[in-house]
């Protein structure tokens, strides 16, 4: 035990407590036919909450932790120790990391993955404890300097081996922990101008370094998903991934439709210019619904904020979605988030995980609430009745064509009257249930 | 003549001139071996600059034409009369219409296709003494109440058949005045609540309506190319054709990204998020460029405000990256461009086309000198070249596996060393030609 | 009675009713020593309500009004009807208008108060049967295209002097009908482009205009309130009134700090890139707080989408700054939001008018129990309490210089040590409350 | 002489050269009466270009060179020799610095100030030998995490006094330079969340600080300018310096007008919605004008991308408002202009700077023609004209009342009509000088 949180004790759920608490995410409560826990799968992120030294691009680390700078083995074994205690206080069934979150980079490829390897180890032993399972791994492709101009995409074709060889690595890793999916996130698959860019070659290379690692994802067995994390922009100009649509587009065109799907971020959503509820009803209904990083960003802050989730009535709608999707298969709500740089207390971080839970409970309760009553899908259904009318379905079917529906138009004297789409009385709606 | 703008005399290309004149495009000057004219292929935008009364969501028409208000068929022809001197005046080669521009809409889908097709009678007529050509035709699926909740998208299946009806007529009067393309701009073809929105059957539906009208191309021998013009939001909160990615996923989804190209728009691009260059080169890497919407958006106006050009390092780059892709087929450069609401003259909408024609003429030779001259071009190749290597081609070759490119970084000891973007001197070199 | 609502029946409170009621607002429920009804002091907007047709940039009227459109006197008595039925079903306490939403313009300026007067006695008619009472009045110069280059700042001192007969009328008006505020919103007053403005010169008109108006309101004993709206831009490029800040530093340019106060209004903090609650606290600061314009934009729409607010974390933040100023005194909450142009049934209008009032009523409620709690202000407290020592006013104090503090600095070797700001944790507190 | 640039060799003006050269900026050239240097007055930041190591906030340092990490004495005199190699080779006539770029912090203010003089002794050394002048210097407020919370509206009092001894320090070492200016920006000066902020409480203690800094000013007899850089936002969520009418509502507030003027940075504008020129124009108008940050920001990303100035119809603008203000007195331009992360070579930083040199000179040439011209000008005085009448001027004239203006409005049965804005005129005739 590290000592840095207190005393490791799991944060209890109390409604009514005064103190610490956890006041509305019980996970043995059943929603749905299913336990809260099964259905929110809440994963804590290493880089944000272990990493993350609270620098912004106008100063330093505010954060005093004692494994700060992790930049030696002893260091990251001792954030590791620390990272369990908290995951254990929180109560957190899963976690999610980076090989550069977890272990510093050595100075060639093998010793990398030794290290890693080392650590793994280590999340072994821990895990085997009942400690959490792991979500998801990933590979950091973006903060090296050799990754400046991208990974899979890099005019240098030998930044393209090094990124193979690195998430080999990091899928080996992920596999050997029972990881339920593997991420990739392509932070530098981008550009930051177009003037030095061959944009079709880089997308070639990029749906190539895919196709590869979901035939090995095959080869070794590993029965977990292969997820993209879509977001638009920053650090570079233009990102690849830069939304569910695009990245459907991508994986159209390389025909990884139905072996990838996706990780969507709530924050990323919003530099998209796309609410998430968007995303994620997107997501479902072209079948790459994969896993959500759930964090809030600050609608007029034009970069990535990864602020904690805090605001119920649109966590609500987030489940709402996942809900009509099924729920999570794999996934799981990672909290891809971080204090606030001025938040440098150990309390700090309990607290703002134990209140987005609470938040993510909340909106899920509601959610589940919305869906069994089923007002609003109700209503739904009836906007849509019309298209039940075999005359209706006979224009999608084969065989009917442009001219015969414009002609029975014309034949019928069609005159189609608006109808109200009834918008503020669903919200009224919803927040009855928020 | 209608004798609004004055006496009908086409603007003359005078380089030195003081008044009225077009100083840079010369339509016959020869640039990368065809006459300027044939490169930009120019269009008058009907809507814009002979259907807009100058009205914003704050204040009504302010523009005082004589034939303002045309909801009569004189009126109609008025402004049709209007149109035409005004294209002489221009020396426009093209032009572009809605049905909804040219004619009151009537009483029942026959009346409204009758007073469409007296209007190009009136056209055709023009169009034989040497007017303009069509670039496109379109169907305005937007205006009236019926469409409020979408066309192809609506929840509502007469109005599915009753825009099927009006693109059909639509399609034929095109096809009839030898239009180059026929454009679908799907302005409310999105949502403003999901609340009340089935996602997955409005695309299906859209995908199907697409599907009919490809069809009705073929039976009917139109030989112009159907086009998609992206728009992210606005009026509604989610378009689906949101930008060039989107679309393009789309189209691949409902198997037409071989029937369906894009007019893609600057105001657009930039309330997606993007460049207009990034929005052209991702389309022509895509397969899919077809012609372009030329304007200019505030970029700090969070709504279409459809300026004219009148920046030369923007349509430089526009222009750079639709040579690269070999020019226009049959697109064309049409200004969805219109006047500010204070430009009450007809002098002002003259000179705000002819200023525009001049900044797009600068742009495109800027564009052809770049690339005659290769610097830009062989800056990006030799960026690119290690990818020549057999070694770095192996990796992109059937057989290879990441596991065998990952074995060989090891092997090889990979440590590839970051190389300059050398972004700032590719701005320089930029401004070596504007 | 204008039947167009129903029976004329005023809306219950219920907190468990299956159809229309106020399920949270009860105008007597007592809140921190005062009626709900006094704290929030609800007004309806006559224009969004009873003036907005429906209409877009893309598309013209969709609601289907029996008084549409209200061009004619007739008309414009019926609309007043059907206005006054509504205040009494929602039990509005207040309404607001301009003088364009309440009858049509006249030929001339006296034409055009005469009907204004004439529409007067029917509002103090129907006022003296207890209907609401007037929370603001306020002149339409914006609407006309007389006022397209703005009415104070216009190039042309005819429009200064119109916009002055006009503001003149709508003022007695107000005065006349026991209006509690006068309300300037300054949506023309700004600029299109800079190439054509004289910045200075237009401020100052503004300034001078400003400074009649309040002169005015003194000579006829007028003992409201006199208020600027700001807004950042749309329908212009740019509005003068941009912000509150901005609005502040004008107020102090010209003297009238002390005689104007602020309107505020969520969906223009947003288009300022503020949060709502930013705006309330600094107006309140500076000692500029009067009233609000409630309503919700879209965060992701990038003009004035006038959305009815429903989301309640946000209101109660929103109140509890209206709280920490000690409440409205002659201000109130006007719903300044319009129904989407979907939503055309007279239940629409009803149930999003008693959603909103709910929703702000759970924010108030919210904001009260946390001021009593005083948890948040202990923390604030705590924060800044270094600041109360001896020491740490010495630096305020008069006599206090630079050099002096400098010196104090190295003697002591000050190293001052960052303390958390706790963020997270004050989200959590505040997510107890709503 | 640091040898890292290669041969310390003046670049040379000349406007056909193939390689490295000013082609548009030759020194000595006279425009209206000035040289170009007297105009512009360039100033190479030392922060971005020799304290910035390429980092970003998803990846470290990317920059190679040979004093970094600055973390000693020895390294921060490399850099020096460098930076002074450097502004030889550009010719530029200025430079400006925080303390924070010149030299590493010392353990105590002591320290920090010796180690600032030190440097300064070389600095003033180098200086003598025909160096460049100071334009500005300040004090870096916001990397050190003791200002993670602010400076002057730091919740802690010795954070306040710490600050005030660094600013002292920092004046004093610009005075003893011959600084023209000295800056303060106010990174920090803002909030994260208005939850523990006490916004009013804040905006005095920043007042009071620029009090005393004025004060201090004037008793060591610094002659140089104070000024204020506004910024929006970022790192903070809001800033209280936001811009330039907010930053003139503050001064007034603490009766700092006359005292304090304004350095203006492009993207900072950008960030905070506003056009670069409007922001100049304003500050020109309110008579607080002081300096310029030329840089570009990209419109689309949403933080400070610091690029180097690129467009020329921009800087052409920019300097034509200067140039109404007559010009720079003790500002000047100074490139707060940072090389995109992957310009890696010594030749990116020299061209990046002479590129952004040749960009402004083209901008300051064509906005000189433009004004001597005075075709802008005389449609802009045209515009106006009416209000040079009688009837106007005595609008504005004490002893005018709302009630004569609107009594003599009706009496004269005014009916003011539009008149065209022109403003795409306008453009097209800015582009005939860009």
């Keep these: 035990m590290s000592g840095y949180f207190g005393p490791v004790q799991p944060l209890a759920y109390d409604p009514d407590a005064e103190g610490p608490a956890l006041r509305h995410y019980d996970r043995d409560e059943v929603v749905m036919g299913k336990r809260m826990e099964d259905h929110l799968r809440f994963a804590v992120a290493y880089w944000h909450s272990f990493g993350w030294e609270g620098g912004d691009p106008f100063g330093g680390r505010t954060f005093d932790r004692p494994w700060f700078p992790a930049d030696t083995m002893e260091l990251a074994e001792a954030r590791a120790e620390a990272a369990f205690d908290f995951f254990r206080i929180l109560g957190a069934p899963f976690f999610c990391f980076h090989d ?22 280590i999340f072994e032993a821990k895990m085997a404890e009942g400690g959490p399972r792991l979500l998801w791994g990933t590979a950091n492709l973006f903060s090296n300097r050799r990754y400046m101009a991208g990974a899979a995409t890099n005019p240098d074709p030998d930044v393209f081996a090094y990124a193979a060889a690195t998430v080999r690595d990091c899928i080996d890793v992920t596999h050997r922990l029972g990881g339920q999916n593997y991420v990739l996130w392509g932070g530098r ?56 649509a695009t990245v459907y587009g991508f994986l159209r065109r390389y025909g990884l439709e139905n072996e990838v799907k996706l990780n969507i971020e709530q924050g990323h959503a919003i530099l998209a210019g796309h609410s998430f509820e968007h995303e994620l009803a997107l997501a479902r209904e072209l079948g790459i619904l994969g896993s959500i990083d759930m964090n809030r ?18 966590t609500a709608l987030a489940y709402y979605e996942i809900l009509k999707a099924g729920g999570f298969t794999t996934g799981g709500t990672n909290f891809d988030s971080k204090l606030r740089r ?11 995980h134990a209140g987005a839970m609470d938040v993510c409970a909340r909106g899920l309760k509601a959610a589940a609430k919305m869906l069994e009553d089923d007002r609003l899908e109700a209503a739904r259904r009836d906007r ?30 069609l ?7 009834r ?12």
């Design 297 to 314: 960003n600050d609608y007029q802050s034009g970069w990535d904020t990864d602020q904690f989730p805090n605001n119920v009535p649109e």
């Design 100 to 121: 550069h979150d977890v272990r510093p980079e050595g100075g060639s490829l093998t010793e990398s993955r030794d290290r890693l390897n080392r650590i793994a180890d």
């Design 384 to 413: 849509y009745a019309g298209w039940n009318h075999p005359e209706a379905q006979a224009m999608l079917a084969e065989g009917a064509t442009l001219e015969g529906i414009a002609d029975r138009a014309v034949a019928d004297g």
């Design 189 to 244: 698959e981008g550009y930051e101008t177009l003037l030095n860019t061959d944009l079709g070659q880089e997308l070639d290379h990029m749906g190539r370094f895919l196709s590869l690692v979901v035939d090995y994802k095959h080869k070794i067995g590993f029965k977990g998903t292969i997820l993209i994390e879509p977001k638009p922009q920053e650090p570079t100009k233009h990102q690849y991934d830069y939304d569910v």
């Design 342 to 352: 001025q938040s440098l207390e150990p309390e700090d971080l309990v607290m703002a």
């Design 423 to 434: 918008q503020e009385i669903l919200e009224n709606l919803v927040n009855r249930y928020v």
């Design 415 to 421: 005159d189609p009257q608006p109808v109200s789409g």
